[in-house]
C-alpha cells in the first residue's frame, strides 16, 4: 500500500518515547512538539476541531505545518463577513410590524406566516454559508457566540434584528470579547431577548443584570442577588427605538443614584458595570472554559485554564490570544482527548454536507433536520443556550442523527422521498409548503461517491476512517467493505458522532 | 442463589457492572404504580394560579395582573383557581385533585437553571449532585429487567430528574416512531468513561425498550391538538403499550412571563389543564387511572409583586397539582403569607419539594426514601393505598 505511506508519520513514537519523562520535562517536550510537523493525523484533529470537516488536501497542506504555524495559518485566514448574500429583507429598512388593535384573525395569521417564512430563510442562508464559507472557523466561532450570548427569534419576534446580532456576532467572532460584550448589551435583538427594554427606574427588570453576571461573564456563584439589583438598576433606560430597531438610551428611565457593585460604588453606568465584570479574573477563566469544552475536551484543566485565561485578559480579551493557547496547548493535542466531544446537529449535518461534497438545493430540508435534532438555529431553548455535550444525544436524537445519516448514503430514489414526513417540528413545521419545498430541495441533493472517493487515497476503508473519524470505529469494518460501503459503515458508527 | 454465591459465580470484576441493576433489585419497590411528571417550563406563576383571592395584599402587589374575584373559581374561603384551570374543577370536586401551596425550598436560587438542577437533583440550595433524584432512587431499586425502561422522557429535551449513570431511561417523540427507528442503533459495547460510553449506554437503552415495546394504541379520548396535548398523546402510547416504565415525564414550555403575561399564562394553563383532562380519560381507558400518580413541578414560582412590563419576575415557592385516580383530594401546605416577602419580596416557602418526593417515593413506591433523598422529610398524606 504505497500511498498510506503519506498518512504515517513517526511523531508517535517520540511521543510514546518522551511521555514517559517527569512534568519538569514537559516544557521541552512541548517545545520539541511545538517545532515538528503536525503530521496528518494531528493536522486532521486540529481542522476538525475547528472547522465543519477536512478535506485530504486540507490535511495534506497543514500536515507540513508546526502547531504555532497551523494556527497561525488558522487565525490569519478568518473572515467578518458571509461570503453568502443574505436575504433581500434583511438589507430593507427596519420594520417592526405592528399591527392596529383592530387587525382581523386573517392579517394576524399572515404577519405569523410571513415572520416563520422570513425566520426559516434565515435559518437556510446562515446553514448555506456553513456549507461553503471559506472559513468555518469564523462559522464555528459565531455560532459558539450564539450560544453564549443567546437570543431566540421565538421571543424577539424579529428576524431582522436577530440577523444583525447574527452579523455582530461574526464581525467579533474571532476578534475582542469586551468589545462584543459592550455591543451585545446594546443590541436591539438583546435587550429585548432579556427583558431589558423594559428596565425602567421605577422598577427594574433584573433578567439582563442577571444573566449578564451568570451566563456573558462572571458565572454562577461569583455575584450575590444584591449585586443582581444593583446592576439592574445601571441598566435601566437601556431600551430600543422600535421605529429604527436601534438602541435607544431614555434617559428619563434611568437610575441616576448610588449603586455598589461587586465593592465598587458610585453612579454606575451600563457600561460600568461590564467594565466592571470584565475586570473580574473570573470571566476570562469562565469563557476559556467554555471555549476549552467547544475545542478542547468536556473537563477543563483548571491548571491550564488559569494560565491561558491571565494571557486573555492581559491582551485586552482578544479572542484570538485565547484560541491560539488553547490550540496551541499539549491537552488540545493529547490522544486521550481525541474523540472525547460530541458533534453538536449542526456539526453533524454541515460536517457530513461538507466531507463528502454533497451538491445541495437550497438548505431548507437541514433547517428542519437540525432542529430535529434539538439544535434550532436562532431559538435556542433558554438562555442558557444548548447544553451540549453528551447531552446532545439521547434516544430519541441518536436515531434521528443515524436515520439522517442513513439516508444521505442511501440510492437516490430511495432518499428522495422521506425527509418531509419527519418534518413534523415544533416552530417550523406550520409553515405552508415548507414540506414539499424541503422535499424539492432535497431532491437535488447529491453525493458522488466516485468523485469522492478518488480523493482518497485508496479505497480501503481503512483510509476513508482516518479522514471521517476521529478515533478507530466502535466497530470495526470488515476488511471487505470498501468504498460507499465503508462510506455508509463508518457514518453508521458511534464515533461518527464525535469530534 | 443467594446474594453470596452471586458474587462468587461471577467474580469480582463484574460485580461493580452488574449489581447495581440486577441482583438487588429491591423487591418491595411497587413500580406498577406510575409516575407522570409534568414540568412547567421557566416557573410557572403560582400567584395566578392559585389565588389568594381573599388576600388584600394580593390585589396590591398585582393592580394590573390580579384575577378579578368574580373570575375565580372557588377552592375554599382562601384560594382559587385560574379561570383557565375549569377543565379540572370535576377532579377537584371529584376529590381526585391535590392542590400543594407552598412548595419550595430554604435559600432559594432565582435563575432558571440552577434552580431546576436542584428540584432534578433535589439537592440543597447550595449543593451540586450529579444524578438526579429518580436517578438515585433507581440505582438502590431498579425497576423489573422486564420493563422497557425506568423512565420515558417525552420530547427531546434533558432526563433532568432521571438523569443518572444507573439509570434506563428512554427519550421519544413518538413510541411507534420509535420502535421503527431502534434498527439503527448500534449493538453498543465497552469504552472509558466519556462520551463514547455514554453513546453506547443509549444504544443499549434503545434496544432493550425496543423489545418489550408494541404498536399503536388507538384512543377514544380525543387529546388536545398542542403541543402538551401531544405530549400527552405520546404518554399516554407508552402507557398502552404495557411495556412496563415506572415514570413518564411530559413538560409544557413558556412559563417564563417577564411580559405580557396574562394571555400567555391564560393560555399554558388552559392547555394544561385540557392536557391533564385528556390524559385522566386516556388512564381510564387503559385502566390505569388508579395506579397513576400525576404530579407537577417547576424551577420556582414567580415574584408577588408584578413589574412594569405587564408580567412577573423569578420567584420563589409556588402552588402545584397532584391528581390520580387514589389521591385524596384537597388543599396541602400553606396559602402564601403575601405580608412577610424576604428582602427580595419573594415568598417564603411552607412545603420542601423533598416532602413531595418523599412522598412517591414512600406511599407511592414503598420505598425508603432516604438513598434519593439522602435526608427524612416527612411525607404527605395526599395518597390512598
Known sequence: ?499 | MNKRDFLKTVGAAGVTAIVPRAAFAAASADYGNLLILVELKGGNDGLNTVVPYASPEYYALRPRLGIARDQILQLDAKSGLHPSLQPLMPLWEGRELAVVQGLGYPNANLSHFRSIEIWDTASHSNEYLPDGWLGRAFASSPAPRSYAADGVVVGGAGLGPLAGSATRSIALSNPDQFIKQARLAGPGGQAQPGALRHIFRVEADIAQAASNMTGEHVFATAFPNTPFGNAVRTAAQVVATKAGVAVIKVSLNGFDTHSGQAATQARLLKDLADGLVALKGALIETGRWHSTLVATYAEFGRRPRENQSGGTDHGTSSAHFVLGGRVIGGMYGEAPVLAQLDGNGNLAHAVDFRQLYATILQRWWGLDPQAALRARYAALPLVRA
Open chain 1, 1 to 499: 500500500m504505497p500511498k498510506r505511506a503519506r498518512y504515517r508519520w513517526p511523531r508517535h513514537r517520540h511521543q510514546r518515547l518522551i511521555s514517559v519523562v517527569t512534568a519538569l520535562a514537559t516544557g521541552l517536550w512541548a517545545a520539541a512538539a511545538g517545532a515538528a510537523p503536525l503530521g496528518p493525523d494531528d493536522a486532521r484533529h486540529l481542522l476538525n476541531r475547528t472547522s465543519f470537516a477536512a478535506s485530504p488536501a486540507e490535511i495534506e497542506a497543514y500536515a507540513r505545518l508546526t502547531r504555532e504555524e497551523a494556527a497561525s495559518r488558522l487565525l490569519a485566514t478568518t473572515r467578518t463577513t458571509p461570503v453568502t448574500p443574505a436575504p433581500a429583507w434583511t438589507a430593507e429598512p427596519f420594520h417592526w410590524p405592528r399591527l392596529p388593535r383592530e387587525a382581523t384573525v386573517q392579517e394576524r395569521q399572515a404577519l405569523q406566516r410571513e415572520r416563520r417564512e422570513k425566520g426559516l430563510e434565515l435559518r437556510s442562508w446562515w446553514l448555506e454559508e456553513m456549507r461553503v464559507t471559506p472559513s468555518p472557523l469564523t462559522e464555528r466561532m459565531t455560532l459558539f457566540w450564539h450560544n453564549h450570548f443567546v437570543s431566540s427569534d421565538q421571543k424577539v419576534r424579529s428576524p431582522q434584528l436577530m440577523h444583525r446580532q447574527n452579523a455582530l456576532l461574526r464581525r467579533q467572532a474571532l476578534g475582542n470579547f469586551g468589545a462584543m460584550l459592550h455591543e451585545v448589551a446594546r443590541d436591539p435583538a438583546m435587550v429585548i431577548y432579556l427583558d431589558n427594554a423594559s428596565n425602567r427606574k421605577a422598577q427594574p427588570n433584573e433578567n439582563f443584570a442577571r444573566e449578564v453576571m451568570e451566563l456573558f461573564t462572571l458565572g454562577e456563584g461569583h455575584y450575590s442577588e444584591q449585586d443582581v439589583k444593583e446592576a439592574a438598576r445601571a441598566f435601566t433606560g437601556w431600551s430600543v427605538d422600535l421605529d429604527r430597531g436601534e438602541f435607544l438610551f431614555r434617559a428619563l428611565q434611568h437610575d441616576e443614584g448610588v449603586k455598589t457593585l461587586l465593592g465598587r460604588s458610585g453612579n454606575l453606568t451600563g457600561d460600568d458595570v461590564l467594565r466592571t465584570l470584565l475586570a473580574h479574573p473570573r470571566t476570562a477563566e469562565h469563557i476559556v472554559e467554555k471555549l476549552w469544552r467547544e475545542l478542547v475536551s468536556p473537563t477543563p484543566d483548571p491548571v491550564e485554564v488559569k494560565r491561558i485565561a491571565a494571557r486573555f485578559r492581559d491582551s485586552g480579551y482578544e479572542i484570538q490570544v485565547a484560541l491560539r493557547a488553547l490550540l496551541t496547548s499539549n491537552a488540545f493535542y493529547a490522544q486521550v482527548n481525541r474523540a472525547t466531544l460530541v458533534k453538536s446537529p449542526v456539526e453533524l449535518v454541515v460536517g457530513t454536507l461538507r466531507q463528502f461534497r454533497f451538491s445541495t438545493g437550497e438548505m431548507l430540508p437541514f433547517a428542519f433536520t437540525v432542529t430535529q435534532l434539538g439544535q434550532n438555529l436562532f431559538a435556542p431553548p433558554n438562555v442558557k443556550g444548548w447544553p451540549g455535550g453528551d447531552a446532545w444525544i439521547n434516544s430519541s436524537t441518536l436515531l434521528a442523527r443515524k436515520q439522517f445519516l442513513e439516508r444521505m448514503f442511501r440510492d437516490d430514489d430511495v432518499r428522495l422521498a422521506t425527509p418531509a414526513a419527519q418534518m413534523n417540528t415544533k416552530g417550523i413545521a406550520a409553515v405552508e409548503n415548507g414540506r414539499e419545498r424541503a422535499a424539492r430541495a432535497m431532491a437535488e441533493v447529491r453525493f458522488n461517491p466516485r468523485e469522492w472517493l478518488a480523493e482518497i487515497p485508496t479505497r480501503h476503508s481503512e483510509n476513508v476512517q482516518r479522514v471521517i473519524l476521529a478515533a478507530a470505529p466502535a466497530q470495526p469494518v470488515p476488511p471487505e467493505a470498501e468504498g460507499l460501503k465503508a462510506v455508509r459503515l463508518l457514518t453508521q458508527d458511534a464515533v461518527y458522532q464525535l469530534k
